[in-house]
């Protein structure tokens, strides 16, 4: 029923795709007081008592507004710094910045951003670099040395997981023969040579960690989140997981720009206890304390593990064979041994968790340990989520299922390192099973998948390609049995990912009672060649029944 004070919208579209099976394909959407009243016939709806007929997405698609349960505030930080990774990609204002193809490359996109600081002793913050695309040469500190060796220089690899400095940056840090730290890598003469992996290390070099890791919730940053995310359509959105809800000034931070009504986008917070603030008892309490502090804008209480690195940084834990080459393997985040312990904190408070799992022997390690908890106590209706869950083999999915766990896949990889997969990380056997969203679906587990932005573009609609299609950057089509069709992979995007945020009431389809979170795009993902989905363009969305033009 619609109140004689609330009027309502009737949006009528070239097509409307609702991904509610009650009614998939209605012709409008009826609109008040931010959600959804009705879908169904445009002469129905507008019959509605002080209905009125809106048709300005007459030659548009409405979906639900897309889900990303696995992305980063950090991905709209990051657009205060200069870009240097493979592939172009579009900043939050839309500018376009074309891939660094080459070492060349990134080193005259790195000098051409020193210029424009006039101080020569700031230091020089960039991110996206892909090491895995230049093979045979690796990027060290010398190189870095030919942009500057009086700035201070820190580029952020695009997996997030290490960092390159320079010479002036160890100097500056005083990183040197006598650090000993897992993560610092030395050449022969016991140097070392300017990598810094995972965020221990990357710590080291804190001129430029702090001045990175400073000014990634600034209300800058807060500002570019939410407009990537608009102009990729997407409504609700994660920060998974952040290390900063312990301080109370975060919090508010984030309420402040969330919460705000220019602020385009709904977004779930997870508690990352990477820097544990005490026992667990008190990242617990932390945690509920946080959670009854949410809002229809800003969700916390929920909270995000890291077990182990990426794939395409050699920190993943695999189990054997591990890597091609005769490369060590990865590293541990979380002790492996604490595992358990700190799941069941969490789990017996009743508190959703996620877990970061990029290798399959750290798949292994949590699902042992959610096997213990879950004997111990039984809880209907967890959700508990497998992360990336990239290299998990089918006897690992039999085990999800009968733990009724959920994964979200990093379906991305398979377009933005696929071919590294298969020459350099694992070989085309094991990259022709990663992400393995047929295998998942096939046995009936939850599924959603993700850009991991920054990692790679916020854009559902990229992740959807990358599902439907599995072709890699060359064309190669990897592991043809793994695609999944439009319809599983739009329905992962979108409910699926809200059902594993436990948002599913509310968001991630178009159902009476629903908010009104539309993704409005210029053309129709399930009418065209897959081929295309990537390239569907975005109008904007429609976040609670107020429309977000894209820029
Ligand atoms: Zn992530």
């Known amino acids: 029923m619609t109140s004689s004070s609330s009027p309502t919208t009737v949006y009528r579209a070239k097509a409307i795709h609702t991904m509610d099976a009650a009614n998939p394909r209605p012709a409008a959407v009826a609109v008040a007081d931010g959600r959804i009243t009705a879908v169904g016939d445009v002469a129905e ?20 507004g897309f889900v990303e349960a696995h992305c980063h505030t950090f991905g709209g930080g990051l657009w205060q710094f200069t870009y240097c990774g493979y592939f172009d990609r579009w900043g939050p204002d839309g500018r376009h910045w074309p891939g660094c193809r080459t070492l060349d490359a990134v080193l005259d ?44 220089i820190f580029v952020l690899h695009a997996s997030i997981h290490l960092a390159t400095v320079n010479t002036a940056m160890m100097q500056a840090d005083n990183i040197g023969p006598d650090t000993l730290m897992d993560g610092v890598p030395k050449d022969g003469s016991g140097n070392p040579i300017g990598e810094l992996q995972e965020p221990a290390a990357m710590g080291l070099a804190i001129t430029g960690a702090s001045r990175l890791f400073g000014s ?56 990352n206890p990477g820097g ?62 604490q595992v358990a312990e700190r799941l069941q904190a969490f ?68 377009y933005y390192w696929g071919d590294q997969h298969m020459s350099t990380t694992v070989g085309p056997e094991r990259a022709a099973t990663m992400n393995a969203a047929a295998t998942a679906l096939e046995l009936g587990i939850p599924l959603s998948i993700h850009s991991d932005s920054p990692v790679t573009p916020l854009s559902p609609l990229r992740v959807v390609s990358s599902a439907v299609n599995r072709a890699t950057a060359t064309g190669h089509v990897l592991g043809p049995d793994e695609r999944i069709n439009v319809t599983e992979a739009m329905t992962a995007a ?52 107020v429309a977000q033009p894209a820029q």
């Not at 600034?218 to 989140?225: M, P």
């Not at 005769?326 to 041994?337: A, H, S, T």
Request: proline share 5%.
């Open 494 to 545: 979108t409910i699926g990912a809200a059902y594993q945020l436990k948002m599913d009431d509310e968001v991630g389809s178009l159902a009476v009672g629903k908010r009104a979170d539309f993704a409005v795009l210029d053309d129709d993902p399930f009418g065209g060649e897959p081929e295309a989905l990537a390239d569907i363009g975005v109008w904007g969305t429609v976040l609670g029944g």
């Open 216 to 271: 990634i919730l600034s209300e800058q940053a807060l500002a570019n989140f939410g407009l990537l995310a608009r102009n990729a359509g997407v409504t609700t959105m994660t920060d998974l997981g952040s290390t900063s809800l312990v301080r109370d000034d975060v919090v508010t931070k984030l309420e402040t720009a969330i919460n705000a009504e220019s602020f385009p986008a709904r977004v779930s917070v997870f508690h």
């Open 45 to 64: 709806l507008a019959s509605l008592g002080g209905a009125t007929v809106d048709d300005r997405f007459a030659d548009h698609v409405i979906t639900p």
């Open 276 to 337: 544990v603030i005490g026992s667990l008892a008190d990242e617990v309490a932390l945690v509920l304390e946080r959670r009854s502090r949410s809002t229809d804008k800003l969700r916390l209480g929920n909270v995000k593990f890291v077990l182990d690195g990426s794939i395409q940084g050699f920190t993943a834990r695999l189990n054997p064979p591990g890597y091609l080459g005769d490369r060590p393997n990865g590293l541990w985040l979380v002790p492996p041994e």
């Open 347 to 414: 789990h017996d408070a009743g508190l959703l968790v996620h877990v970061h799992c990029n290798g399959d022997q750290a798949v292994d390690v949590f699902l042992d340990a959610a096997e213990t908890v879950l004997a111990a106590n039984p809880r209907a209706d967890h959700r508990h989520t497998v992360q990336h869950c990239q290299l998990t083999t089918r006897a690992q999915y039999e085990r999800i299922k009968a733990l009724e766990l959920c994964v979200n896949l990093f379906a991305n990889h398979t």
């Open 109 to 152: 996109r790195l000098r051409e951003a020193a210029a424009e600081l006039a101080d020569p002793t700031e230091p020089l913050i960039a991110w996206g670099l892909d090491p895995i695309y230049f093979a045979g040469e690796r990027l060290v500190a010398v190189h870095l040395d030919q942009v500057s060796t009086e700035r201070p």
